[in-house]
Nanobody, 116 residues
Framework: DVQLQASGGGLVQAGGSLTLSCAVS????????IGWFRQASGKERERVLC????????MYADSLKGRFITSINNAKNTVYLRMNNLKPEDTAVYYC?????????WGQGTQVTVSS
């Protein structure tokens, strides 16, 4: 079974940084997309970014470009989300997701809280 384990969330002051990790197991495909979504309380889930395995192209939400950076460690089957200059409006549960062959697999989410 495909499993995604997100971690690294926590409480941080505005202007601070956090790095989230998403460990992927049970997945074996060369054609996939991996990304991060977030959902703030009372709001719809929104996409943070997405990476295409075919060409490495990364698509960021316009409002987050320049502050959020992603990277993949293939040896560890882990994807990272580095979040810089965090703002209170970044407070949300962050989810990692893998999409392949028409299916999507979600991690359990990790809470990020940014205090002002």
């Amino acid at each position: 079974d495909v499993q995604l384990q997100a971690s690294g969330g926590g409480l941080v002051q505005a202007g601070g940084s956090l790095t989230l990790s998403c460990a992927v197991s049970g997945f074996n495909s060369d054609d996939y997309a991996i990304g991060w979504f977030r959902q703030a309380s009372g709001k719809e889930r929104e996409r943070v970014l997405c990476i295409e395995s075919s060409d490495g192209r990364t698509m960021y939400a316009d409002s987050l470009k320049g502050r959020f950076i992603t990277s993949i460690n293939n040896a560890k089957n882990t994807v990272y989300l580095r979040m810089n200059n965090l703002k209170p409006e970044d407070t949300a549960v962050y989810y990692c997701v893998v999409v392949a062959a028409g299916k999507d697999y979600w991690g359990q989410g990790t809470q990020v809280t940014v205090s002002s």
